[in-house]
Structure formats: structure tokens, C-alpha cells
């Protein structure tokens, strides 16, 4: 087939164009190959993406192995650990749409012909999937992969949420300074992404699942060799896509999406999924609201189990079969006709995965759960929608009604989890932190974890307009819609009043009258800005809610 490239390549009146190409040493044996770009967001402040340089060049060797030439650009990534629980927190989500953004400007200013997409972790993986769908152009994703786990710690295989746990034991007296400072060097070994299925490793899973990165390479760990081969094989493959003409929305489609919403739901990924996928499927002009979750929630059984929800981390699934082994077992709730990078179906890429035992990955007929992993809930409190995990949740905490105890920050709910302040029996209530609240939707990771490492995990509930960390566990509804700062009912929840968590019934609720609830929201006067400049306060004044999926829309529609 034609390559776009040669649009500005090809005759007299391109010849500035080669030029420029040609001062950095490209050939016209390299222009006259298809240009193959390599949005890379390696750094060495983001753990998952500290290898990319090295896988990097996988592709690139496979790129040109394959007849065609890499041409390698940065884009930005942030890692959500080093950016947790402070302001850095509030940029994370914005940053998917800069992501997307910037791999739409620098494939269209430059005409190439195909994206390799380098990333693993959290908003970044999102976004490149997004500007992938937003250029249609032949796209293939490469993940770092995975962290190896750390020492044993609180009866598991330790990584960096244990230390978040760990600072709710210190302040308990439940465990000495010195152990602590043992733990902080030991609990991740390796780069990667962290070896729990937070949304880095969700994402990448989501990946495999919508058929965007090739089989099998979602979950191999970072510092693997067999990692480096998949890159390589995704350098030739991505050549071969642009010969096919085989496109990222022919993939990143209605079914291609139902087939990840659906893998999320056997596997328990993050909560963050439902913003990210309902992200990806705007920019692939894929009509798909909430409404797919829940009916999803309900059908599909919770099959593999991995920490938050169960011991074993992300490197344990990858060495049980990984996503392969996954899909092979829910496979008659997938589209197995759903065309993928590698040419194949997903029926054809899974046909034959081999898997070992049924520690993790179980049968639908012996599932872990006949509910799934996510559910999406409304009520009073959430009138548009709600996500929660019950996967990562006790089963008798499923059901909990409690004393709201509210604060209209992050940092202040933090601060008094820290000081003991939350009581057996309390509904902990942050508000104001929205997309357009926090602006941003931050994170409530740390006063999750702060709260188990007191022993109040299944004692309490927190609930918030904010987001969770895919590590989270407790009992935890986040992403309520409408948020406080736009005037939803979360704003007007007060001390002391019942609010009702009821999981099985999808239901979410403050116990007051409606008249009462009304009666509340007329007097309510939103709060001003908590920035009012930079990116966060544009971004803020833009995103839709949360239950759209915290996007910029850019379209017409």
C-alpha cells in the first residue's frame, strides 16, 4: 500500500524535507521505507519506563529487520508513586489528554506512517492507547512490563503499597522504625511497573485484551529477556501492519473494548479502567457509557485473583498463563472473531494457551466469585454512577452502613486518619476532589492504606468523588457522579448522618429525605477554584465528569 510519508518525501518540492532527515544521517534507502514513529516516555523518575531506552531499541532492531525505519520522539509520563498523596497527584489524570495530545501532534506534523507506542504505567498507557484511536493509523503498544515482587511482608510477597500500609503500622506501634527502613529498601527489587495489578498492570492486561500489544507480552516482567524479544517482534510486526493496512480502529473497536470491559470484570483490574476505557472509546468514536460496566458486572465471573484481592502479584499471573490463559477460560463471553495487531483473532491468539494449575487463574464453572470485579453503583449519592472493586473488598463488608465523617480534602482526611481521628463504624467521606473539584480526580490511595495499616479496613468505608489506587482494598466507592464542585449530592452530606453501602443491590445512598436532600442542595454555594492557573485550571474548566470518563472532548458532537 501507498505510506503517507512519501506525501512529503517524493519530488523537487520535498527536498528541504529529505534534507533535514538526511543532516541526521537517514539515507534514501531509509526514505523510501515506510517511517515508523516510536513514541517512547522513557524516563528514570517513572520505575515502569526506566527500561524503555533498552526496549527501545528491540523495536527499532525489529523495525528495521522488517524493511521499515524507526523514527524515536518523547513524550511525557508520570509516575503516580512518586506523585501520590501532594499536589503532583492532581496532574496524573490531566496528563492522559497531553499524552494523546502529543502523539496526535507529533505523528501528524511529521506524516508518518505507523506508532509504536512505548509505556506501562497508570495515565500513560490510557493515553497513547487514546492517540492511537484518536490517528486510526496502523498502532501497536510495547509495555515495560512488570516489577519482580519484593521481601515477604504482612503475609505476602511485599511491594510499594506495603510501605503505605507500613506508615499505618508505625503511627499503630505495630511496627519499629527500623523494620520500617528495612522494608522501604526491599520492596522492589527491580524497575517495572509495580508488581501489583494496579491500573499500570490493568491497563497493559486491557491492552492485550482490546488486542493492542501482542499475545502473551502484557504481564512478562521488565527485566525478563523475553521482554526484549516481544519488542523486537512488535518492530516487525508494526511494518507488516502498515503493508496490511491494518488500522487502529479496526482493533480498537465495539468489540475489541467489550472484550477488555470484560476481561476487567473476570480479573478485578483497577477501578480506574472504567475512566480509561470509556477515554479510549471516545476517541475511537465507539458509543459506550457506564451502563456497559454494569451490565458486564452482573455476567461475568470473577476468575483470576491477584493482589489487591488475593496474595499474588502481577509476575505470578504472567508465570500462570497471564492474559492467554485468562481469556482462553472466559472465552464464550468474548468477541473471539475481534481482530488484533498480530494479524489474528483473539479466538486464534488463545486457542491453545497453556495455563498452570488453578491458584490464580480458576474456570468459569469454579470461578472466585460468580459477581465480578468491578460494579458500578448509583443512588441519592451518585445519581450518574459510582465504581467500586468487590473483588478487593471482604465480603462482609459488602454491605456497611455507617456515621459519615466528612472533609472537603484529601489532605485533610489524611492528616486526621494520621491522628487517629476515624472510628470503627465511620463512613469517611472526601469530597471536592472531582475532575474538576481537585481539580484532577486524585488518588485516595494513602488514606485507604493508611486506614489498613490501623486496622480499620473492615471497620469503616471511604467514599469519594476522587479516584482509588487499583491496590486499593477496604471497603471503598469512588468516581461519584456528579461531583461535589459541580453541585452533586455528595456536597450535601454532613457529620453524623447514615449513608448506606449496599454492593449486591449497586446501590450507594445518604439516608435522609428527598425533601431534606433538596432542601440541603438550595443552600449549598460551590467553592472557588483551588487553582486558578496553569494546565489544572484549564483542565478544570473542560472535563466532563467522571461517568464520561474525565476527558477534554474535542469533537463536534
Not at 499 to 522: K, T
Given at each position: 500500500?501507498?505510506?503517507r510519508?512519501k506525501?512529503?518525501?517524493t519530488?523537487?518540492r520535498?527536498?528541504?524535507?529529505?534534507?533535514?532527515?538526511?543532516?541526521?544521517?537517514?539515507?534514501?534507502?531509509?526514505?523510501?521505507?515506510?517511517?515508523?514513529?516510536?513514541?517512547?516516555?522513557?524516563s528514570?523518575?517513572?520505575?515502569?519506563?526506566?527500561?524503555?531506552?533498552?526496549?527501545?531499541?528491540?523495536?527499532?532492531?525489529?523495525i528495521?529487520q522488517a524493511?521499515?525505519t524507526?523514527?524515536?520522539?518523547?513524550?511525557?509520563?508520570?509516575?503516580?508513586?512518586?506523585?501520590n498523596?501532594?499536589?503532583?497527584?492532581?496532574y496524573?489524570?490531566?496528563?492522559r489528554?497531553?499524552?494523546?495530545?502529543?502523539?496526535?501532534i507529533?505523528?501528524?506534523?511529521?506524516?508518518l506512517?505507523?506508532?509504536?507506542?512505548?509505556?506501562?504505567?497508570d495515565?500513560?498507557?490510557?493515553?497513547?492507547?487514546?492517540?492511537?484511536?484518536?490517528?486510526?493509523?496502523?498502532?501497536?503498544?510495547?509495555?515495560?512490563?512488570?516489577?519482580?515482587?519484593?521481601?515477604?511482608?504482612?503475609?505476602?510477597?511485599?511491594?510499594?503499597?506495603?510501605?503505605?500500609?507500613?506508615?499505618?503500622?508505625?503511627?499503630?506501634?505495630k511496627?519499629?522504625?527500623?523494620?520500617?527502613?528495612?522494608?522501604?529498601n526491599?520492596?522492589?527489587p527491580?524497575?517495572?511497573?509495580?508488581s501489583?495489578?494496579?491500573?499500570a498492570?490493568?491497563?497493559?492486561?486491557?491492552?492485550?485484551?482490546?488486542?493492542?500489544?501482542?499475545?502473551?507480552?502484557?504481564?512478562?516482567?521488565?527485566?525478563?529477556?523475553?521482554?526484549?524479544?516481544?519488542?523486537?517482534?512488535?518492530?516487525?510486526?508494526?511494518?507488516?501492519m502498515?503493508?496490511?493496512?491494518?488500522?487502529?480502529?479496526?482493533?480498537?473497536?465495539?468489540?475489541?473494548?467489550?472484550?477488555?470491559v470484560?476481561?476487567?470484570?473476570?480479573?478485578?483490574?483497577?477501578?480506574n479502567?472504567?475512566l480509561?476505557?470509556?477515554?479510549i472509546?471516545?476517541?475511537a468514536?465507539?458509543s459506550?457509557?457506564?451502563?456497559?460496566?454494569?451490565e458486564?458486572s452482573?455476567t461475568t465471573?470473577?476468575?483470576a485473583?491477584?493482589?489487591?484481592?488475593?496474595?499474588?502479584?502481577?509476575?505470578?499471573?504472567?508465570?500462570?498463563?497471564?492474559?492467554?490463559?485468562?481469556?482462553?477460560?472466559?472465552?464464550?463471553?468474548?468477541?473471539?472473531?475481534?481482530?488484533?495487531?498480530?494479524?489474528?483473532?483473539?479466538?486464534?491468539?488463545v486457542?491453545?494457551?497453556?495455563?498452570?494449575?488453578?491458584?490464580?487463574?480458576?474456570?468459569m464453572?469454579?470461578?472466585?466469585?460468580?459477581?465480578?470485579?468491578?460494579a458500578?453503583?448509583?443512588?441519592?449519592?451518585?445519581?450518574?454512577?459510582?465504581?467500586?472493586?468487590?473483588?478487593?473488598?471482604?465480603?462482609?463488608?459488602?454491605?456497611f452502613?455507617?456515621?459519615?465523617?466528612?472533609?472537603?480534602?484529601?489532605d485533610?482526611?489524611?492528616?486526621?486518619?494520621?491522628?487517629?481521628?476515624i472510628e470503627p463504624g465511620?463512613?469517611?467521606?472526601?469530597?471536592?476532589?472531582?475532575?474538576?473539584?481537585?481539580?484532577?480526580?486524585p488518588?485516595?490511595?494513602?488514606?485507604?492504606?493508611?486506614?489498613?495499616?490501623?486496622?480499620?479496613?473492615?471497620?469503616?468505608?471511604?467514599?469519594?468523588d476522587?479516584?482509588?489506587?487499583?491496590?486499593?482494598?477496604?471497603?471503598?466507592?469512588?468516581?461519584?457522579?456528579?461531583?461535589?464542585?459541580?453541585?452533586?449530592?455528595?456536597?450535601?452530606v454532613?457529620?453524623?448522618?447514615?449513608?448506606?453501602?449496599?454492593?449486591?443491590?449497586?446501590?450507594?445512598?445518604?439516608?435522609?429525605?428527598?425533601?431534606?436532600?433538596?432542601?440541603?442542595?438550595?443552600?449549598w454555594?460551590?467553592p472557588?477554584?483551588?487553582?486558578a492557573?496553569?494546565?489544572?485550571?484549564?483542565?478544570?474548566?473542560l472535563?466532563?465528569s467522571?461517568?464520561?470518563?474525565?476527558?477534554i472532548?474535542?469533537?463536534?458532537?
Open positions: 500500500m501507498s505510506h510519508s506525501d512529503i518525501l519530488g523537487p520535498w527536498a528541504k524535507v529529505r534534507a533535514l532527515l538526511k543532516s541526521m544521517g537517514h539515507s534514501d534507502y531509509d526514505l523510501e521505507r515506510p517511517l515508523i514513529g516510536v513514541a517512547n516516555t522513557f528514570n523518575i517513572v520505575p515502569g519506563h526506566f527500561n524503555l531506552r533498552q526496549v527501545a531499541e528491540s523495536v527499532k532492531q525489529g528495521y524493511g521499515g524507526p523514527i524515536e520522539f518523547g513524550v511525557i509520563g508520570c509516575c503516580d508513586g512518586v506523585a498523596a501532594h499536589l503532583g497527584m492532581r496524573i489524570l490531566p496528563s489528554e497531553v499524552i494523546a495530545t502529543s502523539v496526535e507529533m505523528a501528524q506534523a511529521h506524516r506512517d505507523a506508532l509504536v507506542l512505548l509505556g506501562s504505567c495515565k500513560i498507557v490510557p493515553g497513547l492507547l487514546m492517540g492511537a484511536a484518536r490517528l486510526d493509523l496502523p498502532a501497536i503498544l510495547v509495555n515495560g512490563g512488570p516489577s519482580l515482587g519484593g521481601c515477604e511482608f504482612d503475609g505476602r510477597t511485599s511491594d510499594t503499597t506495603s510501605l503505605a500500609e507500613a506508615v499505618g503500622m508505625l503511627a499503630a506501634g511496627l519499629d522504625q527500623a523494620g520500617f527502613a528495612q522494608l522501604e526491599a520492596v522492589m527491580t524497575c517495572g511497573s509495580c501489583f495489578l494496579g491500573t498492570n490493568s491497563m497493559g492486561c486491557m491492552t492485550e485484551a482490546m488486542g493492542m500489544c501482542l499475545p502473551g507480552s502484557a504481564t512478562i516482567p521488565a527485566v525478563y529477556a523475553e521482554r526484549l524479544r516481544a519488542a523486537q517482534n512488535s518492530g516487525r510486526r508494526i511494518v507488516a502498515v503493508e496490511e493496512g491494518l488500522s487502529a480502529r479496526r482493533i480498537i473497536n465495539r468489540q475489541g473494548l467489550e472484550n477488555a470484560r476481561l476487567a470484570m473476570a480479573m478485578g483490574g483497577s477501578t479502567l472504567v480509561h476505557l470509556l477515554a472509546a471516545y476517541e468514536e465507539v459506550m457509557g457506564v451502563e456497559v460496566f454494569e458486564f452482573r465471573p470473577h476468575v485473583k491477584i493482589y489487591p484481592a488475593a496474595p499474588p502479584n502481577v509476575p505470578d499471573f504472567h508465570q500462570a498463563g497471564g492474559v492467554p490463559a485468562l481469556m482462553r477460560e472466559i472465552l464464550p463471553l468474548l468477541h473471539a472473531e475481534a481482530m488484533t495487531v498480530s494479524g489474528r483473532t483473539v479466538g486464534e491468539n486457542a491453545n494457551a497453556p495455563k498452570s494449575g488453578e491458584a490464580i487463574i480458576r474456570t464453572d469454579n470461578p472466585w466469585s460468580t459477581q465480578s470485579g468491578l458500578v453503583l448509583r443512588g441519592n449519592l451518585a445519581p450518574d454512577s459510582a465504581v467500586t472493586k468487590p473483588a478487593a473488598i471482604n465480603p462482609a463488608m459488602h454491605r452502613t455507617g456515621r459519615a465523617h466528612c472533609f472537603d480534602s484529601e485533610a482526611a489524611n492528616q486526621a486518619i494520621l491522628e487517629r481521628r465511620e463512613v469517611v467521606v472526601i469530597r471536592y476532589e472531582g475532575p474538576k473539584g481537585g481539580p484532577g480526580m488518588e485516595m490511595a494513602m488514606a485507604m492504606k493508611m486506614l489498613y495499616g490501623q486496622g480499620l479496613s473492615d471497620k469503616t468505608a471511604l467514599i469519594t476522587g479516584r482509588f489506587s487499583g491496590t486499593n482494598n477496604g471497603c471503598f466507592v469512588g468516581h461519584i457522579s456528579p461531583e461535589a464542585a459541580e453541585g452533586g449530592p455528595l456536597a450535601a454532613r457529620d453524623g448522618d447514615l449513608i448506606a453501602v449496599d454492593i449486591p443491590g449497586r446501590q450507594v445512598n445518604l439516608e435522609i429525605s428527598q425533601g431534606e436532600l433538596a432542601e440541603r442542595m438550595a443552600a454555594q460551590p472557588p477554584p483551588k487553582i492557573c496553569g494546565y489544572l485550571a484549564l483542565y478544570a474548566r472535563a466532563t467522571a461517568a464520561k470518563g474525565a476527558i472532548p474535542h469533537r463536534a458532537d
